[in-house]
């Protein structure tokens, strides 16, 4: 690893879940949380726009996930 790898972030339940969502994995759901747990992964560069378009995961929510024991 080099000095300049990035560090892959901890994913939550919630983060796990929608990052799933997305990448066609589990069902779609909708809802209060879905809505927030987007902005935060969108904020995070984990998955790309969504509002107006369909969300994808991006390299780094795959890593993200590839990372994540849960």
């Known amino acids: 690893m080099t000095a300049l790898a990035e ?21 779609g759901e909708w809802g209060a ?17 969504y509002v107006g378009a369909v969300p994808t995961i991006t390299a780094k929510g795959r890593r993200a996930m590839e990372n994540d024991n849960g």
């Open 7 to 27: 560090k892959v972030e901890a994913l939550n339940r919630f983060d796990r879940e929608v990052l799933e969502m997305v990448d066609g994995k589990r069902p």
């Open 33 to 49: 949380w879905v809505a927030a747990t987007l902005e935060g992964l969108h904020e995070r560069g984990m998955i790309t726009a």
